[in-house]
Nanobody, 123 residues
Framework: QVELVESGGGLVQPGGSLRLSCAAS????????MGWYRQAPGEQRELVAT???????NYADSVKGRFTISRDSAKNTVHLQMDSLKPEDTTVYYC?????????????????WGQGTQVTVSS
């Protein structure tokens, strides 16, 4: 079992910055990727940014050039630096971890989610 604990949400003015952090706990976990998603009321959850264990990153087009994801694999933590925030970035952000469980040569991958943290961009 993996628990994800998020921090860093809040209220910021347009053009401002916030940094989200997420720490994964669990014994002997093999995390393939960690990332951030967001979901507005009545909308589907959408990818914001992800980073794999090898350091490959993926960003939503709407945040490219403004958001930066980073990961400390040794500490099982992931950070999302959000700059030049816009009102349309306002919503709940969720941390995600893709965890591999292997028995011999057979592996299964599971998704874990944090509880969500509110980001509000408003003047």
């Amino acid at each position: 079992q993996v628990e994800l604990v998020e921090s860093g949400g809040g209220l910021v003015q347009p053009g401002g910055s916030l940094r989200l952090s997420c720490a994964a706990s669990g014994s002997s976990v093999s995390i393939y990727a960690m990332g951030w998603y967001r979901q507005a009321p009545g909308e589907q959850r959408e990818l914001v940014a992800t980073v794999t264990s090898s350091g490959s990153t993926n960003y939503a087009d709407s945040v490219k050039g403004r958001f930066t994801i980073s990961r400390d694999s040794a500490k099982n933590t992931v950070h999302l630096q959000m700059d030049s925030l816009k009102p349309e970035d306002t919503t709940v952000y969720y941390c995600n971890a893709e965890v591999d469980y292997c028995s011999g040569y057979v592996c299964s991958r599971y998704d874990y989610w944090g509880q969500g943290t509110q980001v509000t961009v408003s003047s």
